[in-house]
């Protein structure tokens, strides 16, 4: 009899001490970047380049929550206003993240509009997980960054990001 009703409470046991923990210390390490709004500002297609101005140079890594591990070919756009305050194609970029999935992105420092603190704009894609879309905030006279980048995995059956290809 006790074994009858111990053997089912063992396997749940066992369940939890395999899947639980890792999973926890999966989240611990590589928690996903937080979302933020993308405002009106966003347009498809900026152009590949990694230097849109001088100041700030922000670094960083794209990464999976999942298992931390970098993200190769990771489409990263990033948007921002320039000195002035005011969005403008000349301030949009996009790189391609190569096998260590790091990304390196130039610029001014952002023209400060309405009551907004300093920002610049990310959207990342890459094959197999969710698009993130986030902000990146500067302290005033920040001149360098690090900010890593990162993403879910798509769950299965999910529809594929609808990035377009960025112009060249
Ligand atoms: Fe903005």
Redesign the pocket.
């Known amino acids: 009899m006790d074994r009858l009703i111990h053997l089912p409470l063992l396997m749940i046991l066992g369940c939890l001490v395999l899947t639980g923990p890792v999973n926890a210390v999966e989240t611990d390490r590589c928690p996903p970047t937080q979302e933020d709004e993308m405002?009106p500002?966003y347009r498809p297609g900026a152009p590949l380049r990694s230097v849109v101005g001088q100041g700030h140079v922000l670094l960083g890594t794209v990464k999976a929550a999942v298992d931390c591990e970098p993200i190769a070919a990771a489409l990263i756009e990033f948007w921002m206003?320039g000195p002035d305050g005011w969005y403008d194609d000349a301030y949009r970029a996009a790189v391609i993240t190569g096998q260590s999935g790091t990304y390196r992105f130039e610029s001014h420092y952002p023209g400060l509009y309405a009551s907004?603190p300093a920002?610049i704009?990310i959207r990342v894609s890459a094959e197999g997980f969710e698009t993130l879309t986030t902000?990146y905030y500067l302290q005033p006279d920040q001149t360098d960054g690090h900010f890593d980048l990162v993403l879910r995995s798509r769950a299965e059956g999910a529809p594929a990001s609808t990035n377009p290809p960025p112009r060249e």
Do not use: E, N, S, W
Request: positive net charge; hydrophobic residues 15%; without cysteine.
């Open positions: 405002g500002f206003t907004r920002h704009h902000q």
